[in-house]
């Protein structure tokens, strides 16, 4: 608690101090560049601004002269000289500031190339005085930069006095212009173009200067502009670029552009002057404040962290025991209590929601008391919620019995109604409702399960696999599209039955239920080292890597029950049921871009069986066309060590039947069949019946 204000103080002055250090760098940072690059540049300009008027003359004239000669040598010493103050610069010189001054070496490069086209006559002269122009624009892109003062005020003046200065440059633009027009006596139709953008350009600097500039820098540039030169000269220029011809009178022109010229550069060295001044004010302030953010601040900081350690050792053994019974609190009474009211324990509340025992200021011993308040709600909560799931528990075991009751009672009077009907269309009507009947059933079980009984079906002797498998797929409402393929023999304990059984039925109705109804579902078995593998496997569109994660975690470990989450049921049934047994139950993707579902039973439920003998030339083994509560056995599959999987021929005959015929025993005494025996001589009936009609049918289209 006390160790986060003084870092927030120790922060803050850190984030002070380096503000006001950092003003402090940049204005040493800004005397640095002005005393190299600032310095330099500025008699660069000049000296390009000069070089390009006679640049100009001397390509309307086709003559080089000595001035330019002379001219040009002082403009490469103008070069040198900034080219050595810019290495001086060092680090003042920024990384955004990097670029700007690589491009205007790079135009200063060019310098030589741009001489040799006005000295051999090959430049005209609006296309020798726009290459000037284009390195004094990279000059002036470097002059923005160099402006970088702390003060928002100053660093606006000194932005309105370099808008002043790039409006000058457009008058010397004007004035290089004009003097070789002078000299040929006329303008291009390009040239005309030329002075009009200059012109235009000049007036908007010079409107957007002035708005910026303070009273003091303004009063001087306005004193100029309502004078003679200026009048002279605007009017002038507003002649040429009306008549598109150059002045009439050329000394007029020059008297007026050289006059205005020398007023300007007057005020611009003098407004550089005050812009320096105020930036000496501003760098004293800023020395000031740094004094003060970093003694004082440091002084209030020290006083701080004294202050706070001597109360701070007291407090922290205080939150220390605190934190102690809290952490026990959270971590060992509470999760224990939830535990046991889990297994269905009795609690008492008042024994269990007792008060932090800590000592220390009234405040810690307030904080303890409302930590004893959260608990004893906290367990109050619980114990609630334990009944709650118990009343609902109850509430499903009830219902469930009282429906697996009746349905058991659904299904003895459809067995006899069964037998006591003669008519195949009933008697089909009456398959179909056993059917329903059968997974209603299973439903019924569901229920009993999320209450966390046992569903009361058992054997005493394993049940073979196959015949789980079957019994799994005659509860399942699409029974005709699931497919058994190979299923090594083997039983199951028969205890676990029932519940394999009702998890095997959960998992093909969800695999028939998410996949296309022309596709069909195959259900495959294989003996591993550590038991026995069901797999599941439909062509649906299978799920997201992130949800077959999610759900093989609810199955690895399932949550308490939520009734709000009611669209997975059949999945939370599934984990229950693993849990029970200690089963593996796992989805994948299929290859086939369906998902697949991997039931691993455990070894100690596994019975292995003898496998019946190959045979090679069978067909494969399909489901019969209905369902019922005990579907007829299936066909064995065999394996040979080259070619597909293969029925085996007369695998499941009986003994008696594969041995040669003997002569037919003494009829035993007439007794009453059983329901399954009446059950399937009404099936194969009303199968026979129904194929004869096909038959008939297809001869009729025939003829």
Not at 13 to 42: C, E, K, P
Not at 171 to 190: H, K
Not at 359 to 366: L, R, Y
Request: glycine share 8%.
């Amino acid at each position: 608690m006390l160790l986060l204000p003084l870092l927030s103080l120790s922060a803050l002055w850190g984030f002070v101090l380096n503000l006001t250090v950092g003003d402090g760098q940049n204005l040493l940072r800004a005397n640095t560049l002005y005393q190299t690059i600032g310095v330099t540049s500025t008699d660069l300009g000049l000296q390009l601004q000069a070089e390009r008027t006679r640049s100009v003359a001397a390509a309307t004239t086709r003559k080089l002269t000595e001035d330019l000669g002379e001219q040009r040598a002082r403009t490469d010493t103008s070069v040198l000289r900034f080219q050595r103050a810019a290495g001086e610069a060092g680090d003042a010189v920024t990384e955004d500031m990097r670029p700007t001054l690589d491009a205007l070496n790079t135009e200063l490069a060019r310098l030589g190339s741009i001489r040799g086209g006005i000295d051999a006559g090959h430049s005209s002269r609006l296309t020798g005085m726009n290459e000037y122009n284009r390195v004094l624009d990279a000059l002036f892109r470097l002059y923005d930069h160099l402006v970088t003062v702390p003060d928002l005020a100053l660093f606006q003046q000194a932005s309105s006095l370099q808008s002043m200065s790039n409006a000058r440059e457009l008058i010397a633009r004007e004035q290089a212009l004009v003097g070789g027009a002078l000299l040929s006596g006329d303008l291009s139709p390009a040239e005309v173009t030329a002075m009009t953008e200059y012109v235009s350009s000049r007036k908007f600097l010079h409107a957007r200067g002035l708005a910026g500039l303070d009273v003091s820098l303004r009063q001087p540039y306005e004193e100029v502009f309502g004078g003679e030169a200026f009048l002279s000269f605007s009017a002038a220029e507003l002649s040429v670029v009306g008549t598109g011809r150059p002045p009439a009178d050329a000394d007029e022109w020059n008297t007026a552009v050289t006059k205005l010229a020398d007023q300007l550069d007057k005020i611009g060295a003098a407004s550089t002057g005050v812009i320096a001044e105020r930036a000496t004010d501003g760098a004293t302030a800023i020395i000031v404040r740094i004094a003060l953010a970093g003694g004082v601040g440091l002084i209030a900081v020290v006083a701080s962290i004294l202050i706070s350690v001597r109360f701070g050792r007291r407090l922290a053994a205080e939150l220390a025991g605190l934190r102690t019974a809290a952490l026990d609190l959270a971590e060992v009474r509470l999760p224990r209590l939830v535990q046991r009211l889990r297994d269905g324990a009795e609690i008492d509340i008042r024994k269990e929601a007792q008060p932090l025992k800590v000592s220390g200021s009234a405040e810690i011993t307030d904080v303890a008391g409302a930590f004893g308040s959260v608990q004893r709600t906290a367990v109050e909560a619980a114990v609630g919620q334990a009944t709650v799931r118990q009343g609902v528990s109850q509430v499903f075991l009830n219902l469930a019995r009282r429906k697996q009751g009746l349905l058991h009672r659904q299904l003895a009077l459809l067995d006899t109604m069964q037998r006591r009907t003669h008519d195949p269309d009933r008697l089909d009507e009456l398959f179909r409702l056993d059917h329903l009947t059968t997974r209603m059933r299973r439903h019924a079980e569901g229920l009993i399960i999320l209450s966390g009984a046992a569903p009361g079906r058992a054997w005493r002797k394993p049940v073979p696999v196959l015949d789980i498998v079957r019994a799994a797929i005659a509860e399942v409402e699409d029974y005709a599209r699931i497919k058994v393929e190979s299923m090594p023999a083997a039983a199951l304990d028969g205890a676990a039955a029932a519940d394999l059984t009702h998890l095997v039925a959960e998992l093909v109705e969800n695999a028939s239920i998410y996949s296309s109804p022309e596709t069909s579902v195959q259900v495959r078995g294989d003996l591993v080292s550590n038991g026995y593998v069901i797999e599941v496997e439909d062509r649906g569109l299978g799920l997201s890597p992130q949800e077959y994660a999610e759900i093989n975690a609810r199955l690895a470990d399932p949550p308490e029950f939520d009734l709000a989450d009611s669209d997975r049921l059949g999945l939370f049934v599934v984990a229950r049921l693993a849990q029970r047994h200690g089963l593996q139950v796992t989805l994948r993707a299929s290859p086939f871009t369906g998902t697949t579902a991997i039931v691993l039973i455990p070894k100690r439920l596994v019975t292995e069986r003898e496998a019946l003998p190959p045979a090679p030339d069978e067909e494969p083994i399909e489901l019969p066309s209905r369902s019922s509560k005990r579907p007829k056995p299936l066909a064995v599959v065999g394996q040979p060590h080259n070619g597909l999987p293969r029925r085996v021929r007369q695998a499941n005959l009986p003994a008696q039947l594969s041995q040669p015929p003997e002569p037919p025993p003494p009829p035993p005494p007439t007794t009453e069949r059983s329901p399954d025996e009446v059950r399937d001589l009404f099936s194969a009936f009303q199968r026979g019946t129904q194929r004869a009609r096909e038959e008939a049918d297809n001869e009729g289209d025939d003829s």
